[in-house]
């Protein structure tokens, strides 16, 4: 083959891989992102347990205080029955007696249910912490493996980086700016192979004559349909 032509086919590869660096460390950033997003929905149900409990104790709180009001009141109507003459005295005392167990009794309903309810909060509370505290541990192991390989990515780009420059310094400078043009366009497969006489950019069929000139290669052969440098491969790899 030609060499400048073996050196564009080269050189193409080296940006082939250059430019797949980028999109691999982004789907490493997004591996890690996916994976946190439990823990976010856990800590978000945290807080709204959190918050469910105060709330709860804060309605106790107010069921005490009220279930100790109507036990004073109950004291008070037991010392008026002392006092009391009339029959409708008796009678109006009567009913504000059962009127305030009644509401002791619908108090104390409450403050069961509502201990039971918290009973279960603290429970899922408790084993949404646990899950979050694993989930924790296992984003920092990925968080350290992504890092690791994410190294290694950039470690490789800086490796062909590198060698892509070494290369470019030996391209004629001319050859290296019509490369260079192609590649404005056709990015990635400015440089492409042709197979079963067919450009591999535009898929088209070339020329008998076209085709010869490739597969001779002793000077650059361009596309006819769409420009991109074509080359024959020694060995066709799929
Ligand atoms: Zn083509």
């Given amino acids: 083959m030609n060499k400048y032509l073996e050196q564009l086919v080269e050189l193409s590869k080296y940006d082939t891989q250059i430019s797949s660096f980028e999109p691999q460390i982004k789907n490493q950033k997004a591996k890690l992102e996916e994976f946190s997003k439990d823990a976010i929905a856990l800590r978000e149900e945290i807080n709204k347990l959190e918050s ?6 804060n309605k106790r709180a107010k069921h005490d205080a009220h279930l100790g009001e109507l036990k004073d009141k109950l004291n008070d109507i037991s010392k008026k029955g002392a006092i009391v003459q009339t029959e409708k005295e008796i009678k109006a005392l009567q009913l504000e007696e059962e009127i305030t167990k009644e509401q002791i009794s619908f108090s104390n309903e409450e403050i069961e249910r509502l ?3 918290q009973d279960n909060k603290n ?15 296992s984003i920092k192991e990925l968080e350290a493996k992504i890092e690791e390989s994410i190294k290694s990515i950039s470690e490789q780009r800086n490796e062909v980086s590198y060698k892509r ?4 310094e030996k391209v004629d400078p001319k050859i290296l700016s019509f490369y260079e043009k192609v590649k404005r366009w056709a990015k ?14 535009c898929y088209m069929k070339i020329s008998d ?5 490739v597969i001779k290669s002793e000077e650059i052969v361009t596309c006819p349909h769409c420009g991109r440098i074509l080359y024959k491969e020694v060995e066709i790899t799929e």
Avoid: F, M, T
Avoid at 52 to 57: C, Q
């Fill in 209 to 213: 004559k076209i085709y010869a000139e």
């Fill in 123 to 137: 429970n899922a509370l408790k084993e949404a912490v646990s899950k979050l505290s694993e989930e924790e541990d």
């Fill in 188 to 201: 990635n497969s400015a440089v492409v192979p042709v197979r079963k006489q067919a450009c591999y950019g």
């Fill in 115 to 117: 201990d039971k309810l």
């Fill in 165 to 168: 420059g070494e290369l470019v």
């Fill in 52 to 57: 469910e409990i105060k709330d709860i104790k």
